[in-house]
């Protein structure tokens, strides 16, 4: 999940023009980092499923889960408001999925892959029961 984290910063910072260490920097107001910030926080919650208070962990620039809820609820809002912003949330999606960097596909499949397993497992266990 890391790994998807910090590829989702660097596309973002690509896409908005700027260098990906601008997301840890609590100073900076400028308005392309501040709505690369917005998306990020809407990613991690919405695809990865991260609680609003893990990610000040991945996000030097939010003290605390205030400012994650802030920039979720921002997006959510300006995405029902504004169809830029939901055309840029898919830009960023696009890009992502384009890099062959959303892991979320492989978390899915390797999930499948160990639910499969475990099934094996459980009905393997069952047959030497039934046999006992």
Known sequence: MIKSIEMAKITLAEIY??????????????????KARRILVYFL??????????IPKHMK???????????????VNFMELYKEEKESYSLF??????????????ELMNQLKIKNEAN???????????EA
Do not use: P, W
């Open 120 to 130: 094996t497992y459980i009905n393997q266990l069952k047959n030497m029961i039934n």
């Open 61 to 75: 620039c939010l003290k605390t889960h205030a400012g994650a809820l802030h920039h979720y609820n921002k997006m």
């Open 17 to 34: 023009n700027f260098k990906k260490e601008e997301f840890d920097r609590s100073v900076t107001r400028k308005s392309n980092v501040v």
């Open 93 to 106: 999606k696009e890009e992502m999925i384009k890099k062959g960097i959303t892991s979320l596909e492989k």
């Open 45 to 54: 919650v919405n695809d990865l499923n991260l609680k609003y208070v893990e």
